[in-house]
């Protein structure tokens, strides 16, 4: 950190940062990751295992965040509607519509909860700017819009 510009985040895993910096200039930076929940993401981001680089619009990251709400991610450890991969999870978008509302009705009609939705989407998703008080080191969790 003294020889090289650097930033240090507090409280917070390294894609949360990536995410925090990319969206704080989107126009001038690109975040490099093989990670697919980089899709939850409005920025230009490399993938350097498959050589692909894609411009991840605010539509595209934010249906793509519906679907991760749907089915979890069982590499990061955590569930998310039970029996729902990514065909069921779109589907379920395509059918029912790409809202908020679409994923805790189904959540509803598989015996979960709304919690349990709200939860799935806050691990879900990559901090963005503005989610995280750089002062305070304290992350503003991610509110459906109403």
């Not at 991610?73 to 509607?81: H, M, R």
């Not at 395509?94 to 805790?104: E, H, I, L």
């Given at each position: 950190m003294n020889e090289y510009p650097s930033e240090m985040f507090p409280n917070i895993e390294a894609d949360d940062a990536i995410g925090i910096l990319a969206t704080e200039d989107p126009d001038n930076r690109v975040a490099v990751s093989a990670d697919k929940d980089f899709g939850t993401?409005?920025?230009?981001?490399?993938?350097?295992?498959?050589?692909?680089?894609?411009?991840?619009?605010?539509?595209?990251?934010?249906?793509?965040?519906?679907?991760?709400?749907?089915?979890?991610?069982?590499?990061?450890?955590?569930?998310?509607?039970?029996?729902?991969?990514?065909?069921?999870?779109?589907?379920?978008?395509?059918?029912?519509?790409?809202?908020?509302?679409?994923?805790?009705?189904?959540?509803?009609?598989?015996?979960?909860?709304?919690?349990?939705?709200?939860?799935?989407?806050?691990?879900?998703?990559?901090?963005?700017?503005?989610?995280?008080?750089?002062?305070?080191?304290?992350?503003?969790?991610?509110?459906?819009?109403?």
């Open positions: 993401l409005p920025i230009t981001w490399y993938n350097h295992q498959k050589d692909v680089l894609r411009i991840v619009s605010d539509a595209e990251a934010n249906h793509f965040h519906l679907v991760q709400s749907l089915m979890g991610d069982s590499t990061d450890g955590f569930t998310g509607l039970r029996g729902c991969g990514p065909r069921t999870a779109e589907k379920l978008l395509d059918k029912n519509g790409a809202t908020w509302g679409t994923v805790v009705d189904a959540y509803k009609a598989k015996g979960q909860t709304a919690e349990d939705a709200l939860l799935t989407a806050r691990l879900a998703r990559i901090l963005r700017h503005g989610d995280y008080n750089k002062e305070t080191n304290e992350v503003k969790l991610w509110q459906p819009e109403s």
